[in-house]
């Protein structure tokens, strides 16, 4: 039985091998971390958050939320108070870890220089409780070494076997095509150019890339994917999509008093099945599955792989300045965002906003106020072009979605919806 002071120095030895390694196959230190320059320095945990450890971006592909931790962007130890940066991951995680989340662990960057102490990594394990394990869904632990392993020894003693499953080692940035949306991660330039690196330097050199056939055209019926124009004109001109119109149905017959409506994610495999039965135009049932959450889960599927969000790219970088507002006047520049939407998207908007408002007023039963479902529906209403969130970005994308939802009527009560698409 090898000791626990055996393995932390085992671990120490092999970090010290790596870093040699990684400089050979580098042959450059890593670059300093600009961080995020567009952080605001009233945020509480500015001296941390400015590095860009920790990016939250939008969903994975089962509907959880994204957080991404990048070991390259943590500085020197001299340069980073480790208790603060326990704090600040607590601090993100609140806003999310009661909804299904998914981390993101890019390990390229941890050195000698910058890690933080096995004692560190022990004390930060035991203060994530419960309800910060419960809900984590997967963990993915990009570009693993000896060095991971070697911890995940150290630790098996106190991670029980159900966390354990969820961990997932990851040898190349390809493979996480595999489970999430490739496109809506926040990758550093160093872990891209490593990945590049690890792919050219094994034998073989890097895989050939696989030949993608033509784009085809979006069948007739079509629903996922494919603009609100499209599904407007294939469906007799139905204003609002009929995925929105069943599940939102559905929901408000049977899931409004469920707690927690939104936050959880369902089957992948049932959701991709339900995904093709409404491309191929045949009709879905939802009474066939026992669980609410599956339209839950359909409609901000839905919301999220429209080619062009909700609330439009043009209007994104007005959602993010409503910060610079006063509080007193959000409500009315609200309003006027709204307003300056094409009308086929301010009905779709005005319609899904009102079942919002109707599932926030049983909130005291299914725990989903305005702020709650900001934080589930932000993401799925409004991304800039590039579809890459950044943490710094969410904050002004969820205050607009709530104050959409909790003063629904002064925002959107002078225009009405046509008497067929009221939910």
């Known amino acids: ?85 326990l704090e600040y991951l607590k601090y993100t995680l609140d806003q999310y870890v009661e909804s299904d989340y998914t981390v993101v662990y890019f390990h390229y960057g941890l050195r000698s220089s910058n890690k933080p102490s096995v004692r560190w990594l022990r004390d930060a394990y035991r203060e994530f409780d419960r309800k910060y394990k419960k809900n984590l869904k997967a963990l993915y632990v990009v570009h693993p070494t000896n060095f991971i392993r070697i911890l995940w020894n150290l630790f098996k003693p106190l ?42 330097a094994r034998k073989g050199g890097p895989p050939s890339p696989a030949k993608t056939p033509p784009p085809r055209p979006p069948l007739p019926t079509q629903q996922f994917g494919v603009s609100l124009q499209y599904i407007k004109e294939k469906n007799n001109g139905a204003l609002v999509p009929p995925v929105m119109t069943q599940t939102v149905s559905y929901i408000k017959l ?46 901000k599927t839905f919301l999220r792989e429209l080619p062009e969000p909700l609330l439009t790219f043009a209007l994104y ?47 005291i039963v299914n725990k989903m106020n305005p702020s709650n479902l900001a934080c589930v529906f932000g993401v799925n209403l409004a991304w800039p072009r590039n579809g890459v969130i950044s943490l710094d970005a969410i904050t002004p994308l969820n205050i607009f979605t709530e104050l959409l939802i909790e003063h629904f009527q002064l925002i959107f009560g002078s225009r009405c919806l046509p008497k067929e698409v009221l939910p």
């Open 317 to 363: 970088n007005q959602i993010q300045d409503l910060t610079k507002v006063e509080s007193i006047l959000r409500v009315s520049r609200c309003k006027r965002i709204i307003e300056s939407l094409p009308e086929h998207n301010f009905i779709v908007v005005k319609y899904l906003i009102c079942f919002l408002h109707m599932v926030s007023q049983e909130s």
């Open 159 to 200: 991670i029980s076997h159900k966390f354990g499953k969820k961990l997932t080692y990851v040898n190349y940035l390809a493979e996480l095509r595999e489970h999430l949306n490739y496109e809506q991660l926040i990758i550093p330039q160093d872990v891209l150019r490593h990945d590049d690196k690890l792919c050219a």
């Open 1 to 85: 039985m090898i000791s626990t002071n055996n393995l932390e120095q085992m671990a120490e030895l092999e970090l010290q091998k790596e870093e040699e390694e990684m400089g050979q196959l580098d042959r450059h230190p890593l670059a300093p971390s600009s961080g995020d320059a567009c952080l605001d320095k009233s945020h509480p945990y500015y001296d941390v958050a400015r590095h860009g450890i920790l990016q939250v971006t939008g969903d994975d592909n089962y509907g959880r939320k994204l957080i991404i931790f990048s070991s390259c962007c943590m500085p020197p130890v001299h340069q980073l108070n480790h208790h603060r940066l």
């Open 254 to 299: 049977k899931g409004l008093k469920t707690e927690g409506i939104f936050r959880r994610s369902a089957r992948v495999q049932l959701i991709k099945d339900i995904q093709k039965l409404y491309n191929q135009g045949k009709p879905v049932s939802f009474d066939q599955y026992p669980d609410v959450h599956v339209p839950a889960v359909i409609l």
